[in-house]
T-cell receptor, first 113, second 114 residues
Framework: GDSVTQMEGPVTLSEEAFLTINCTYT??????LFWYVQYPGEGLQLLLK?????DKGSNKGFEATYRKETTSFHLEKGSVQVSDSAVYFC????????????FGEGTQLTVNP | GAGVSQTPSNKVTEKGKYVELRCDPI?????LYWYRQSLGQGPEFLIY????????DSGLPNDRFFAVRPEGSVSTLKIQRTERGDSAVYLC????????????FGPGTRLTVL
């Protein structure tokens, strides 16, 4: 079945450091890809998405590019802030599966001042 | 407007008891999803409604789990004869009817089975 694999965490960075969180997927057909974020004490929020190959999703300084050739959707940010500390989830969905989301295990990011 | 709401926020029960978890989706959203998130894991799909009908219940782990959405809005997830392994955060999400609509998540119900 479909699956998502994220780099193992936790990840600890200093403020203004460059962030990469790796995500690869296995799926038949043409999935849409997502990054969701869960801030401490809050619910899951959509951070960005891409619906077809070579699309780039971006939001709040975060970016991810849908790479079909490497089945990847790595999350990047050029300069992280303390407020970016959260758990990040990579996910996919397919319309043929009712658009239900298949999530990776999540990556805990801590940014220190 | 209001987001997805879930009640209760926390539920503690004893092994063998019956529990109901409620989800109020965003008004007008026709699609509703239930997920379960165990500690340190990503959410796992349980069931999906389009309107009043369960379009896909393939994620329900066994027949102790059941969900309804009788009027196409509020949904209730029902768990019979709870087991300690059912302890998790149960998440609800809603979206518009098309496949590319964003799913909006509620804050979850933390279920603890003693």
């Amino acid at each position: 079945g479909d699956s998502v694999t994220q780099m193992e965490g936790p990840v600890t960075l200093s403020e203004e450091a460059f962030l990469t969180i790796n995500c690869t997927y296995t799926a038949t057909g043409y999935p849409s890809l997502f990054w969701y974020v869960q801030y401490p004490g809050e619910g899951l929020q959509l951070l960005l998405k891409a619906t077809k190959a070579d699309d780039k999703g971006s939001n709040k300084g975060f970016e991810a590019t849908y790479r079909k050739e490497t089945t990847s959707f790595h999350l990047e940010k050029g300069s992280v802030q303390v407020s970016d500390s959260a758990v990040y989830f990579c996910a996919l969905s397919k319309e043929t599966s009712g658009s239900r989301l298949t999530f990776g295990e999540g990556t805990q990011l801590t940014v220190n001042p | 407007g209001a987001g997805v709401s879930q009640t209760p926020s926390n539920k503690v029960t004893e092994k063998g008891k019956y529990v109901e978890l409620r989800c109020d989706p965003i008004s007008g959203h026709t699609a509703l999803y239930w997920y379960r998130q165990s500690l340190g894991q990503g959410p796992e799909f349980l069931i999906y409604f389009q309107g009043t009908g369960a379009a896909d219940d393939s994620g329900l782990p066994n027949d102790r789990f059941f969900a309804v959405r009788p009027e196409g809005s509020v949904s209730t997830l029902k768990i019979q004869r709870t087991e300690r392994g059912d302890s998790a955060v149960y998440l609800c999400a809603s979206s518009g009817p098309t496949g590319t609509d964003t799913q909006y998540f509620g804050p979850g119900t933390r279920l603890t089975v003693l």
